[in-house]
């Protein structure tokens, strides 16, 4: 896990005293799990270019402080997140993928080129629900009717990180893709198909365009949603329409 390992190594060095890092290498020895997940985010840290792979560790270390009540390193492991929409971006044939460096000012994550038109994209990342955080600390037996569906306050949160993404993007120019993480509360993805019908219901009654949602780290659960950008790879699946 070679880039795994070398920002821990830049945060040790810029966090001395902060100690969740501490144990990393044997806990990965521990647990097969942990280990698989950091495995996750090196094999796409290991696909950045070198200037995109020194802004994007700059961006994970100033964001390492930001925490959430229960979910330590929020901030961190979201810039991090931006890794997996650079590899999709470059997978997917554009040209010229880059993130872009963070300067105090309103900007998308990263730029691209669709047949040498400037394009961005801006990643947002929804993580668990407060509920689902407090649900987990509470060590009692969970009802799994909780997870039967998205609530309408996920969909609320998820329509305003759209739009917050849209204007970081517009901010720059007037084209560009959304991309967004849903880390939901099943972990498992035991309703993943009633959460897939849902999301494309909902994308095609707000009118979202150009919206890609990966469904969890795990594997290639995805919905890209009313794509405008031309045909340029059959592999690319950019101009698949959602049935």
Same mark, same amino acid.
């Not at 609530?151 to 739009?163: I, P, R, T, Y």
């Given at each position: ?16 005293? #902060? ?15 942990? &280990? ?8 796409? =840290? ?18 390492? =402080? ?7 390193? %929020?901030?961190?492991?979201? %810039? ?8 999709? =971006? ?5 040209? #010229?993928? &880059? =993130? ?10 990263? &730029? ?28 009692? $037996? ?10 309408? +306050? ?5 329509? @305003? ?8 993007? %517009?901010?720059? +120019?007037?084209?560009?893709? $959304? ?5 939901? @509360? ?17 994308? %095609? ?15 290639? &659960? ?22």
């Amino acid at each position: 896990m070679k880039r795994i390992h070398e920002i821990i190594r830049d945060l040790r060095y810029r966090y001395p005293r #902060d100690d969740f890092f501490s144990s990393f290498e044997e806990s990965c020895r521990i647990s097969p799990e942990k &280990r698989y997940y950091y495995c996750l985010y090196n094999k796409a =840290l290991m696909e950045l270019d070198d200037d995109s792979w020194e802004i994007l560790k700059d961006k994970a270390l100033r964001h390492y =402080l930001d925490h959430r009540k229960g979910q330590k390193k %929020q901030g961190f492991f979201n %810039q991090l997140n931006e890794a997996f929409a650079y590899r999709y =971006l470059v997978r997917s044939g554009f040209d #010229d993928v &880059r =993130l872009i460096k963070e300067e105090g000012r309103t900007s998308p994550d990263i &730029r691209f080129a669709v047949h040498k038109t400037q394009n961005y994209c801006e990643v947002k990342t929804l993580g668990m629900s407060d509920d689902e955080i407090n649900r987990r600390s509470s060590h009692n $037996v969970i009802d799994g009717e909780v997870y039967v569906a998205l609530s309408d +306050g996920f969909l609320n949160k998820f329509s @305003d990180a759209v739009a917050t993404a849209r204007k970081q993007i %517009q901010a720059w +120019g007037p084209n560009g893709l $959304v991309y967004v993480i849903v880390l939901f @509360d099943d972990i498992a993805l035991d309703y993943y198909q009633t959460y897939r019908r849902q999301l494309i219901k909902f994308a %095609q009654n707000r009118g979202f365009e150009n919206l890609f949602i990966k469904m969890g780290l795990r594997g290639n &659960r995805s919905i890209f949603h009313n794509p405008l950008f031309p045909r340029i790879a059959d592999k690319s699946g950019l101009s698949r329409r959602i049935p």
